[in-house]
């Protein structure tokens, strides 16, 4: 993606009264596509953009709080255009085709410095250099190299923005970014030799115990995880069975700040219970709750377990699956209780998401196969933000077994009584709509089809 310091304003920007906060912007060749923004600071706010026919949109932020923004067009790169806006800023943003996927950005009006930046920091943050074969064959030290190369780059645009709270708000995740790819070569260094020796790299191996572990401004969660994947790569006791266990061995023996190990361990168990799926967790609770030692953390972790086992309790076989709400492509509404009377198994998506999207040729084969069999019905349930891209990717892509779509209200429910943190997920009901298994095996599985026949043997 290219960026452009440039010196125009957009027309559709002109009138705007002093003091206004108000993102303005335009798309060429404007042909009806979806463009949204979101907060990236907490995500709490997700908003569809009304866009005129001449491809002009404007927003004005109801909620000051937020400062930094992700727009998008749907469909397009790059996925999210970081945007600052603070109150009283007027910022304008123009998005020209280069390609049929790709959109270039060009920013105009107040804080150019700090959208300058953000964007070339998004643009690093997407490289995914770790996985470039050559970065991965090189020793720490040009590794290193390689990345102090990045952040003098980075540097340049940083000492450009002369608001000096913003710019050392930027500083500081900068560097703790690049201090977070500097350990990330834990992932690089080969685990073992044939011989199954451990490798080493002295470099690194000095850099990792140089770090000070116990400082926000030097260490955050995602260090000391790899830090302790470092050390729990040698550690003899360490297997994949204990290994919740053992990063909270290392934890505590590596992380003395009371303050920042009560909220590594407390991420840490929340991430657990997130991840898991129906086992007990007791034990590791109560190694938990003999570290930390902040009472209202250890309180909300409790209730966390308990709707954890609430939860789990209600998805076991058997059980009769939840229901929540959704509408076809016509706007009919229907209920997952409606459905009953066949197996059915269940695709819950998004067109947004790639993982999704790769499964639906294997979708389609699983139609292909089941589409004369009586005893089950494929159903496919849309996560998508608005109707508009869910409809028209189905235009483009039909399908021939039940498409519907959920609101956010009833993806809610979905999200908190099925425990889906992420999509795909399938699942399979009986013809009574009870459980047969609320994560059941993807459709590209090998498998699915004969594990579906094996299911429905008896009806």
């Known amino acids: 993606m290219k960026f452009f310091l440039i010196a125009w304003i957009l027309s559709v920007c002109s009138g ?228 919740h266990m053992n990063y909270m061995k290392w934890l505590d023996g590596l992380v003395s700040n009371s303050e920042m190990k009560n909220a590594f361990a407390t991420d840490q168990i929340e991430g657990v219970i997130r991840g898991s799926k129906g086992i007990p967790l007791d034990t590791l609770l109560a190694c938990y709750n003999r570290i930390c030692t902040n009472d209202s953390l250890r309180q909300a972790v409790a209730e966390q377990y308990q709707e954890y086992l609430r939860v789990y309790n209600n998805l076991m076989p058997g059980k009769v699956a939840p229901d929540f709400e959704m509408f076809d492509r016509q706007g009919k509404i229907c209920r997952l209780s409606d ?20 499964e639906i040729p294997y979708m389609e084969k699983l139609q292909e196969h089941f589409a004369e069999d009586k005893r089950i019905k494929l159903v496919s349930i849309s996560w998508d933000y608005t109707r508009k891209a869910w409809l028209d990717f189905l235009e483009k892509r039909p399908a021939s077994w039940p498409q519907y779509m959920v609101d956010r209200a009833n993806m809610d429910v979905m999200m908190k009584e099925y425990r889906i943190a992420g999509i795909p997920r399938f699942m399979l009901l009986d013809p009574e709509g009870r459980i047969v298994s609320f994560d059941y095996a993807s459709p590209s599985d090998p498998d699915c089809v004969n594990m579906l026949e094996q299911a429905m043997k008896n009806f």
């Not at 009377?341 to 695709?347: A, L, P, S």
């Open 339 to 358: 459905l009953r009377g066949q197996y059915v198994f269940i695709d819950v998506w998004a067109t947004w998401c790639h993982g999704c999207v790769m």
């Open 16 to 243: 705007c009264p002093p003091e206004q906060t108000v993102l303005k912007g335009h798309l060429s060749s404007y042909k009806g596509e979806v463009v949204t923004l979101q907060s990236m600071e907490d995500y709490a706010l997700y908003d569809t953009l009304a866009v005129d026919a001449s491809g002009n949109f404007s927003y004005v932020p109801a909620n000051r709080a937020f400062r930094i923004y992700a727009l998008a067009v749907s469909g397009y790169q790059p996925y999210r255009i970081p945007v600052y806006l603070e109150e009283g800023d007027q910022v304008s943003v123009n998005l020209e085709w280069t390609s049929d996927t790709t959109v270039d950005v060009k920013y105009s009006g107040d804080r150019m410095a700090e959208n300058l930046y953000l964007a070339a920091f998004h643009e690093l943050e997407n490289s995914r250099m770790d996985y470039d074969s050559d970065i991965q064959s090189l020793p720490f030290i040009a590794y290193k190299a390689k990345l102090d190369e990045k952040e003098r780059e980075l540097q340049v645009l940083l000492d450009r923005i002369s608001d000096s709270a913003v710019k050392e708000r930027f500083a500081r995740k900068q560097h703790l970014w690049f201090q977070n790819r500097t350990v990330s070569y834990t992932l690089i260094l080969p685990r073992k030799t044939k011989d199954g020796e451990i490798m080493e790299d002295a470099d690194f191996t000095t850099f990792i115990k140089s770090l000070d572990l116990n400082n926000p401004a030097e260490c955050n969660k995602y260090i000391i995880w790899q830090v302790i994947d470092w050390y729990q790569n040698r550690d003899p006791e360490y297997t994949w069975e204990n290994r």
